[in-house]
């Protein structure tokens, strides 16, 4: 069984930093692009932040551009996401999501997600 498994969110401060990681299962992902997306309440999901196949291309929403960071260790089947300088508007159910088909370029289209993880930012 293929699972995607986040962790690492939590009620944090404003200006804090939180690392995020999706553990992937089942099969691995190295090959796969992968990314982060969020669901704030009342709003859609948005896209946050994507890693290539490769790991070589990197991708942001502009919103956290220049705060937040995509990386992925292939060994480890593990990709994550460093958020630094935190705002309330970042405040969201965050889900990995990975790409079913490896060594595909962009777009990904991500068929496997996990459950999600709650960041809530508070002043």
């Known amino acids: 069984q293929v699972e995607l498994v986040e962790s690492g969110g939590g009620l944090v401060q404003i200006g804090d930093s939180v690392r995020l990681s999706c553990a992937a299962s089942g099969r691995s992902f190295s090959n796969s692009a992968m990314g982060w997306f969020r669901q704030a309440p009342g709003k859609e999901r948005e896209f946050v932040a994507g890693?290539?196949?490769?790991?070589?291309?990197?991708y942001y929403a502009d919103s956290v551009k220049g705060r937040f960071t995509v990386s992925r260790d292939k060994n480890k089947n593990t990709m994550y996401l460093q958020m630094n300088s935190l705002k309330p508007e970042d405040t969201a159910v965050y889900y990995c999501?990975?790409?079913?088909?490896?060594?595909?370029?962009?777009?990904?289209?991500?068929?496997?997600w996990g459950q999600g993880t709650q960041v809530t930012v508070s002043s």
């Open positions: 890693v290539s196949w490769s790991g070589d291309g990197r």
């Open positions: 999501a990975a790409d079913s088909i490896p060594f595909r370029g962009r777009p990904p289209s991500y068929a496997y």
